[in-house]
């Protein structure tokens, strides 16, 4: 599972669960972007020292892995948050008023137009081009949750529910 | 059916994305809970049994259960686990179905009038159960084509179905088979590429995707076959997941496969938020870790793909149309469809209509079939506009042209694609210069920055639709867009590129006015375009009960109760909070 209190990593115990990535990685044949989704799932971002290392160990140039990690939009470079809410901006979505929906749970976490994470590092906002789930436009997801059919009070209320509990307990279907 | 299903009572409720969505896991959980509770086990003979079941389409409705008994079957619509409680007493318990919670009359006209022969088994078996599959004759064709067709008859019966492939420029799948199997190499690879609208097929029925893809294997003789699916779609990566975990128990795939000398194995290759990996050679990019940027072509991925050798690309329906095709017979299938399109395609129908959902149609159904026959008509009655089919990149279909088949041909001669299946209706309300700007955006985003035709055509593109949705445009601009678009249509480097334009274009080509307006006269008919309109209060009609005051969120509204209310246009943020709380109309667009 992730590890939220990253700040507190010291660099030995980066290195640790480094060396576990890069064993998989040569045991199991995979690529570059293989071995970047499992740093992003260790870290929750892909920490720039991680890179660095990896390079070294590898002999492929750090600029290879920039590279990829900056091409596709799953990578990130700096810490995310405990919780990511993504909200699908596809077409079918839009016209259903996904963008407004995008503004509002941004402006519920204090977040300005750029910002993506919460200062606290509690809330990731992301928004996706089409997650497939058409028919219940417009859609959001809460870390692995699909919510359908939301609208701008729906998702205040989804992201209120968090705030208040920490942990997440459910949400009232009506 | 299996025996179970013949006696006794089986619950089935949605399990798919929408399902799920909706509240399904706990509806499940309180009708096992209450179930336990009230001893029915007892009761019925210990004959009560659970099935989750994959997207049965009727999205709208979710979560929608089935409660089976005595082989009599039910079906509810718009459950809430609160609901349980009612149909385990009245239902189960005491016989009496709750009839006002039943499906109603649409549910009907939205099934009969599709075909569904990918999605049949969606919704009906349990997709995390290989037992299930196998009883509806699952892994016979596989088995048939294993031991007693040799490569060249499945390709031939393939070619003979007229199946194309069911993904982007709709290719002949036996031809593609044909020309890989045919090449000199040893080592050969097959892809199946689940896209988003793939997942509930992924997520109803993945071991025909299994079956689909071993078949595929075994035609152009690959030992190794990939699906390459994103990660973030975690139930459809889970149901495959297992899916091919219990093939492989059941020796379907790994060594000699049904004790004939054939081995195939299946990898999974977890690609990321791209769109541009629905390209196919940027999608090998992809799987061998690199940015997922095309290659020139030729060569083709037939002839040189992943790892440098020959490869197969199919989509997850193409290939879930394979045992059936093997199964029934290349006649079978041909006789659905149209003489150049053959088959069915599967639709995520969205956007303003009353049933949105999945739906599967025979190729050359009408529009009109779709969005009033299928889709229940236009959401609140209001007039249809435009359908737009095939993504970001598909053309929009005026309401003019309402009793066009859909099919390959008809698609292609109006300047769009089927594309994966997607399908958005819009109505009066939705304004085409704003959609394709929406579009363009996208594509802008997505593209890959390999070749300047594409990489500087859509970003001029959308500087120059964003003039006209600002009221900035010129004339020129118009002229300036054609001539662009009609570039990057020749010279793009993939499809992406050339069929970045298809909203513009066909936009244009039925909706010039529209484009006219915006520039000439700096209107926006449809009252989309906020720099384009003015909120105005009709005082004839404005009753002054105050709740547009109460909801701008500007304080641009004055005036006292029961009389007529203000706007005042310099203090106006044009959101449209008003419009929509205003009861009585009065609230104007212009």
């Known amino acids: ?174 | 059916m299996n025996t179970t299903e013949q006696r006794g009572v089986t619950i089935k409720v949605c399990m798919g994305t929408s399902g799920k969505a909706s509240g399904g896991e706990d509806v499940l959980s309180i009708f096992k809970k209450l179930i336990q509770l009230n001893g029915i086990e007892a009761q019925i003979d210990r004959r009560c049994g659970y099935k989750k079941v994959g997207c049965r389409g009727f999205c709208s409705k979710d979560v929608l259960v089935d409660v089976v008994i005595d082989n009599h079957k039910v079906t509810y619509q718009s459950i809430r686990p609160v609901m349980v409680e009612r149909i385990v007493k009245e239902h189960i318990l005491q016989g009496t179905p709750v009839s006002e919670w039943l499906t109603q009359d649409d549910y009907e006209s939205y099934h009969s009038k599709q075909c569904k022969i990918v999605l049949g088994p969606c919704g009906e078996i349990d997709p995390e159960s290989i037992e299930d599959y196998i009883s509806i004759q699952g892994y016979r064709a596989a088995k048939r084509a294993v031991t007693q067709m040799n490569r060249d008859e499945i390709i031939k019966r393939v070619i003979e179905s007229g199946l194309r492939g069911r993904g982007g420029s709709g290719f002949f799948t036996g031809r593609k088979w044909e020309i890989c199997k045919a090449r000199p190499e040893d080592t050969k690879y097959i892809i199946c590429n689940v896209g988003e609208v793939n997942r509930p097929l992924a997520e109803g029925n993945p071991h025909a995707i299994i079956e689909g893809l071993l078949i595929g294997g075994y035609a152009i003789n690959a030992a190794k076959g990939y699906i390459y699916i994103r990660e973030r779609y975690h139930l459809s990566v889970e149901r495959l997941r297992n899916a091919i975990n219990q093939a492989r128990a059941k020796g379907f795939i790994g060594p000699n496969i049904f004790g004939a000398d054939f081995c195939f194995d299946i990898d999974f290759s977890f690609g990321t938020e791209a769109f541009i990996c629905g390209e196919e050679t940027a999608l090998m990019e992809s799987i061998e870790g690199k940015r997922a940027m095309p290659r020139v072509r030729p060569p083709f991925p037939v002839q040189r793909g992943l790892w440098g050798m020959p490869t197969v690309i199919n989509n997850a329906e193409t290939f879930s149309n394979i045992p059936l095709i093997i199964g029934k017979g290349a006649k079978w299938f041909s006789s659905i469809g149209t003489q150049e399109s053959k088959g069915t395609k599967v639709f995520t129908l969205s956007g303003k209509v009353r049933n949105v959902g999945l739906v599967e149609i025979p190729m050359g159904m009408s529009f009109r079939d779709i969005v009033y026959g299928i889709g229940g008509g236009m959401e609140g009655d209001k007039a249809l506009k435009a359908v737009q089919v095939g993504g970001p990149s598909g053309g929009l279909i005026p309401a003019s042209m309402i009793d066009m088949g859909l099919d390959y041909e008809n698609l292609f001669k109006i300047g769009s694609i089927v594309g994966s299946g997607g399908m958005v209706v819009f109505n009066e309300d939705d304004c085409i210069v704003s959609v394709t700007k929406f579009f363009t955006e996208f594509l802008q985003r997505e593209s890959c920055g390999k070749c300047p035709p594409c990489r500087i055509g859509t970003k001029r593109m959308l500087e120059l639709l964003t003039k006209m949705t600002e009221g900035k445009a010129e004339y020129g601009d118009l002229a300036t867009l054609e001539r662009l678009t009609g570039l990057m249509k020749t010279s793009s480097l993939c499809g992406l590129g050339r069929s970045a334009p298809n909203p513009f274009i066909t936009g244009l080509n039925y909706f010039r006015d529209e484009y006219l307006s915006h520039i000439k006269e700096k209107k926006c008919p449809a009252g989309v375009c906020t720099a384009l309109i003015s909120f105005s209060i009709t005082e004839d009609i404005c009753k002054g009960c105050t709740l547009c005051k109460k909801v701008c969120p500007a304080g641009a509204i004055s005036g006292d109760v029961k009389k007529p209310h203000k706007i005042d246009a310099d203090i106006c943020i044009k959101c449209g909070a008003c419009y929509k709380a205003c009861k009585f109309k009065a609230i104007r667009i212009k």
């Open chain 1, 1 to 174: 599972m992730l590890c939220w209190s990253r700040n507190l990593y010291s660099f030995a115990h980066m290195e640790q669960k480094l060396k576990a990535i890069l064993d998989t990685y040569l045991r199991s044949k995979g690529t570059l972007i293989t071995l970047l989704q499992q740093t992003e799932a260790a870290f929750g971002y892909v920490p720039e020292e991680a890179v660095t290392w990896l390079s070294k160990m590898l002999d492929i140039p750090e600029s290879r892995f920039f590279g990829i990690a900056t091409f596709y939009s799953q990578f990130h470079l700096t810490p995310t948050g405990k919780n990511t809410i993504t909200i699908c901006c596809g077409a079918a979505c839009h016209i259903k008023g996904g963008d407004k929906i995008l503004e509002e749970t941004k402006s519920a976490l204090a977040l300005n137009k750029d910002e993506e994470t919460t200062k606290d590092l509690s809330f990731t906002v992301q928004s996706a081009t089409c997650i497939g789930a058409c028919s219940i436009a417009p859609v959001v997801i809460l870390n692995d949750q699909v919510y359908g059919n939301m609208d701008p009070a729906g998702v205040v209320k989804l992201v209120k529910g968090y705030e208040k509990e920490g942990e997440y307990t459910g949400f009232e279907y009506d």
